[in-house]
């Protein structure tokens, strides 16, 4: 089993350390005015297994563990080929997006960076677009609907880095009881609605649990490996999405209490590092230049004169409210792909709420039970209360709360994946304090809210 899992570890961290060389090389390339191709890949490659060598000292094994990501990523990039992306957003910028750079546009050139014909191009992160193009360029142009197999890539990683997490935290000796727990967290509903399309809030779930996972591992381990990781993951995630940014600080603000005081500096003055490397390097275009042309890195958000959601996609019954009841309303509101906003009681399920779940689902999105699952994740804290490190768990539930109420559209599930976590956070502590019973009934209700969504529309 001990080999098994370093195996794991060592597939997940090669594969993170592949998707962070794509970047990296695809940055310096743009820098250099050079065109994304299929040198970036062969480039990435090349500098993984440089990395993995400098930090393990076994060349022959990086190597083979590189090739093993290949194929995993060749093998994925076929399937998601299969299958077409039919979402809004997915239509209306991201596939254009992923064109304009296989197409050999620069956008890390000043002159133009803002050339491209739709705004949400021309103002977004492009880190998923630039590793989609990479994939595109390195396996096949004319199975291009592949490139969205990254939202299935890093969601593996994510499972993997996170179970091993879970197994060094010594939650539980029952490996599959973590392991489906590590499946249930990574999986979630945003998740599995933009498995087979461009969206990138799937994607944004999976770095935040990579970037988490990476710092456990930091934490357990201590070493200068594992923190060239962290700051991989943190690169990553920045890339993702213009939230990103306030998501990755709320991470590594709840890390801080677990990181031994004499290794605390260096953890911030390196994370911060990587952060500002991450910025102004590797997601020059958008921040630089959102700066250069608004004197706002993350325009369009904090802009009077642009809106990030328009009124009409807003319901009704949420304009006007705080953040908060925003929150709640949407929680113990009946799952909605429309505007319409049907309060309901949490132990109660209509089936057609199955058919609402899709990539973009606005009211409730997190599946019909989620109203009961967040009943129970709250009750759950009650009973834990009493454990002498309950403190440490309210910290982190705290950070968490903070983090989703920091996006103003806290009520749209797509914008505040990590709200999911609460209950896989709060059945890890329970499990390893002895009190299984919550950690499976939660376990359950997660399950009964997934299997709910599989019977009634494909069954």
């Not at 890390?108 to 998923?128: E, P, Q």
């Not at 250069?292 to 009409?312: E, L, M, Q, R, T």
Request: proline share 3%; charged share 15%.
């Amino acid at each position: 089993m001990v080999k098994f899992e370093n195996f794991l570890e060592g597939f997940a961290l090669s594969l993170l350390t592949l998707l962070f060389s794509i970047l990296f090389v695809s940055a310096i390339l743009f820098f250099a005015d050079i065109n994304i191709s299929r040198a970036n890949f062969v480039c990435a490659f090349i500098l993984s297994w440089g990395i993995l060598f400098f930090l393990n000292k076994r060349p022959y094994k990086s190597l083979l563990q590189l090739i093993l990501c290949t194929i995993f990523i060749l093998a994925s990039y076929w399937q998601a080929s299969h299958f077409t992306d039919l979402s809004y957003d997915g239509n209306s910028y991201h596939i254009p997006a992923v064109q304009y750079l296989i197409l050999g546009w620069n956008p890390f050139d000043i002159n133009h960076a803002f050339s491209v014909n739709h705004d949400w191009i021309k103002y977004y992160t492009k880190g998923s677009w630039i590793i989609e193009a990479s994939l595109v360029h390195a396996f096949s142009p004319i199975l291009a609907w592949g490139a969205k197999s990254l939202n299935y890539i890093t969601s593996v990683c994510a499972t993997i880095l996170l179970y091993l997490s879970f197994a060094k935290l010594n939650i539980s000796k029952n490996k599959p009881l973590i392991g489906f727990l590590a499946f249930l967290c990574v999986f979630n509903f945003v998740n599995i609605g933009q498995m087979q399309c461009f969206m990138v809030d799937g994607l944004l779930s999976s770095c935040m649990i990579i970037l988490i996972s990476c710092i456990i591992l930091y934490v357990k381990e201590k070493s200068i490996k594992s923190l060239f990781f962290v700051c991989a993951a943190l690169s990553l995630l920045i890339s993702i999405k213009l939230s990103s940014v306030a998501y990755a600080f709320f991470i590594i603000i709840a890390s801080i209490p677990f990181i031994f005081k004499k290794h605390r500096i260096k953890y911030l003055i390196t994370c911060g590092l990587s952060a500002i490397f991450s910025v102004l390097i590797i997601c020059f275009n958008p921040f630089c230049t959102n700066f250069y042309k608004h004197h706002n890195p993350v325009y369009p958000i904090g802009a009077k004169d642009a809106a990030i959601i328009s009124d009409a996609h807003i319901p009704p019954k949420f304009r006007g409210n705080n953040r908060i009841k925003k929150f709640l309303l949407t929680t113990y509101a009946r799952t909605n792909c429309d505007k319409e906003v049907i309060l309901k009681n949490p132990l109660s399920i209509q089936s057609k709420e199955a058919w609402h779940i899709y990539c973009d689902t606005r009211v409730c999105g997190f599946g019909a039970f989620w109203g009961l699952i967040f009943t129970l994740s709250i009750l759950s804290l009650i009973f834990l209360c009493k454990e002498k490190d309950f403190k440490y768990l309210l910290y982190i539930i705290a950070i968490l709360f903070a983090s989703i109420l920091s996006n103003p559209e806290c009520w749209w599930a797509r914008f505040i994946p990590q709200a999911w976590f609460l209950p896989v956070i709060v059945s890890a502590y329970s499990i390893m304090k002895k009190k299984e019973y919550i950690g499976v009934l939660l376990i359950l209700t997660m399950s009964a809210n997934l299997c709910f969504y599989y019977f009634v529309r494909y069954l």
